[in-house]
């Protein structure tokens, strides 16, 4: 009861969050663009290089992990149990003596696929009712809307363990209830983007030359719908990452031997105090992979945007 | 204290050398001037000549990344640019809005949504520390003659305090103290009804109320000095006439106001010394009867030349023919307002448009020109009357018992002009009214009613180039290969006189009036048999106008090409004109020919009009 009351008050903050950040971001870009263009290169694309080598390691740590770390994920050792960091156990040992860092890299696989499914079949659902909705008749475009705002009545985490209910168990029945709580945003943000753009611009000047309306709105809208709900992916990405490790928690997605960064937090809790490196380690590799994703979707959003990147 | 300086003769406000950089290009250049009380320097340009620049600069108002330098810039025996460059940003605090203020282009942008038009006249008052029921009470203003050590920035404390304990409602609402002090305000600029408007927000006013009150905030702590940015330039002709009378009282009343324009028609009301800039540097600078009557320099015979005069341009070639291309007959359209009720935008428009015949379509903001743009376009639906394109329904419902069908040239009777196609009665009637047009019946012809829209770039798919920008309008099928399409690409951008190196160019890239060319080219692409320009040359500066208004001519005359030009501006509309209509509250108050119209005005508000516009 107490999670779901958490999940909550979380649910309500998110969005506004996101949307205020947007909207700071899109005028301090405003201001900026000409001002500061010359000294802002520089820093960009050292910023992407940068997240661009982060997220071809973690590309290979979840695909190919034993290349990173040679050890088994889940051999435990007695005798080394809640070692702190040293040079051979880089992240230290949890409690059951399982070396922490091959347990993360292990871990980056589950976790960034949960992350990246639910993401990306949100962006791809969202995008395709978001417009729809947006350039429907009304009465479509009325069904859509209702459906998605009795879903977004319940809390996100309550949506996703409602669909584990139904589906069942198991690693996969975890990403689908993630995707399916989190595309409400994504459809609403795309429907109102959608709207924006029908009534003027390119969408119009495009059917006034005679162009037909599914090909104008996959020229002209579409791609600026994308580019909006980029901005939501890259934030929602983590938060679905964590999303997905609270069910794990709750025993309905990974099974505890399995490494996976969100299980990793929540086992590493009760141990704050005392070993502290068994939850930072998987919580600081999420940040690290948010960054990283934040630094390379930024000049692809700008281009989206209007190719000014 | 003006009223002592102008008795004295000395200047104002004196600037001398003054240069601003940015990322080591000069954008403004060795900018010398000085204004003595109730004078008027206009500063007269093209966008990017570096008016609004000099405006900052005198305001110490320059963006981080600009360099300023000036030999000296004297606002009432106050150097302001110490050594060189500008004073610390604290010092200009108690001079900014006190001693010399800015009224700024676009009031909508530049006054806050969030608070009520009171509270923002208000503001200088408080800043500055003159609400009379407390003056004196707070030392914040220091005397003119001893600045730089005087003026005392307000602590992050004070700032605070400012709008946190019982001010807080002082920063959105009229302040009850300085009530009286801003009604008077409001007075000043001739806004009716001063105590009900304070409490409105600027949404509820309209575009020439909102730019009264911005320069009412301008002058609230009686500043010696006004510099006002196009104060104008958004304006209707009528309402540009009318701020501009306004600013000329402000003159006479002993402030010095430095007027910035790309319009010689405002500078010329107003101004005393114009200065012309461009790129930067000063070209001419004198008396206002000597540049704009016997202009030295070429550059501002031909900013002078570009100026509309009202006269017909290519009249010779341009001859209207005898089939009629787009009728619209008893327009009508209303919207529904948010509480209730409805606004007419058109009332029973009839306009009909000739092979090579331009109809002029003039009006004021709220005067229904858009929306009938929007249905002529067949992009809204009337809510009576009806639109024949080449005597075939284009858009809207014939009336009970109307036929159209088969009756070339003979389009639906308007109210009151019932004519023989409408009375052949059951001939190839199917008895019930037809059903409007839809957009699907519209598609195949959609090509030949083409717009030219002001805003150019919002139309633009800002991420495309140029040449798939214009692309976009070929018809699809009509060619073949993709080297046949670039070629009719170059092809339109010769004809609207764009340069092949543009091609690969982003709509961002371009200046105002090549994004109004490729609009034309993109429209050309669609090889329309009408143009709906729909103040296709507001959003331009002078010179770039004159010549997308001689492309339209030239194109008109080449093509023969129908053309409806929307505009509010008659001196515009009269050079391309053959028949003109006046709207008013979506009302058609007088129409006809456009040389007839011009010089014999008959009904009040087209005299309103030529007078506002070509004066």
Known sequence: ?309 | MSESTALTGAPLLEVRGLHVQINGADIVENLSFSLAAGQCVGIVGESGAGKSMTGRALLGLLPDRAVARADALILDDMDLYVGGSPRPEREWLGVRGRKIALVAQDALVSLDPLRTVGAEVGEPLRIHGLVEARAGGQGRVAAPSQPSAQVPAPSFRQKWCRYSKNDVSTAFFVDLRMRDQVTGLLARVHIPEPERRAKQYPHQLSGGLRQRALIASGLAAQPQVLIADEPTTALDATVQAKVLDLLGEIKREGTGIVLISHDLHVVRKLADHVIVMRGGAVVEQGPASQVLGAPTHPYTRELLASHPDGRPILSDSRRPGDREVLRGTGLTARFALPGGGSVTAASNVDIVVHEGETVGLVGESGSGKSTITRILLGLHQPEAGAVTFLGQPWNGQPRNGQVWNGVPGGGPAGAGSVDEAGNVGGAGSRGNRRKSVTERERRARRGDIQLIAQDAHSAMNKRWRVDRIIAEGLRPGEYANAAAKAARVRELMDAVALGPELAGRRPHELSGGQRQRVAIARALAARPKILLCDEPVSALDVTAAAQVVELLAKLQAEHGLAMVFISHDLAVVGQLAHTLVVLKDGVVVERGEAAHVLSHPEHPYTQELLAASIA
Not at chain 1, 115 to 134: D, H, P, Q, W
Not at chain 1, 230 to 237: R, T
Not at chain 1, 297 to 309: I, K, N, S, V
Request: cysteine-free; hydrophobic content about 50%.
């Open chain 1, 1 to 309: 009861m107490t999670n779901i009351v958490e999940n909550k008050g979380g649910r309500t903050q998110r969005p506004l969050k996101q949307r205020t950040a947007k909207r700071t971001q899109r005028t301090t870009k405003r201001t900026q663009r000409p001002t500061k263009r010359t000294q802002r290169t520089l820093g960009a694309t050292i910023a992407l290089i940068l997240g661009l080598a982060v997220l071809i390691l973690l590309a290979i740590a979840a695909l190919f992990p034993h290349v990173i770390a040679h050890g088994d994920p889940t051999t435990t050792d007695a005798r080394n149990v809640l070692a702190a960091p040293s040079l051979a156990h880089p992240f230290g040992t949890d409690q059951s003596g399982r070396d922490v860092f091959t347990r993360v890299i292990h871990g980056a696989g589950t976790s960034l696929g949960v992350g990246l499914r639910a993401v990306g079949i949100a962006l791809v659902v969202g995008v395709v009712l978001g417009a729809l909705a947006g350039l429907a008749p009304r009465w479509l475009d009325a069904i859509i809307s209702r459906i998605i705002e009795v879903v977004m009545a319940f809390p996100e985490f309550l949506v996703a363990l409602l669909v584990v209910a139904i589906v069942g168990k198991g690693p996969g029945a975890v990403a689908f209830g993630v995707t399916i709580s989190v595309i409400p945003a994504y459809v609403r943000l795309a429907r109102v983007t959608a709207r924006r753009l029908r009534v003027a611009g390119p969408f119009e000047a495009a059917l006034i030359l005679g162009v037909r309306p599914a090909r104008a709105a996959l020229r002209h809208i579409v791609p600026n719908v994308a580019a909006a709900l980029v901005g939501l992916a890259v934030v929602g990405f983590g938060s679905a990452i964590v999303a997905a490790a609270g069910l794990s928690f709750l025993g309905l997605g990974v099974q505890p031997p399995t490494p996976e960064w969100g299980l990793m937090m929540s086992e590493g809790k009760n141990q704050l105090a005392t070993a502290w490196w068994i939850s930072v380690f998987p919580g600081l590799m999420l940040a690290v992979t948010v960054v990283a994703v934040t630094a390379v979707a930024r000049p692809l959003q700008r281009f989206l945007e209007g190719g000014r990147a």
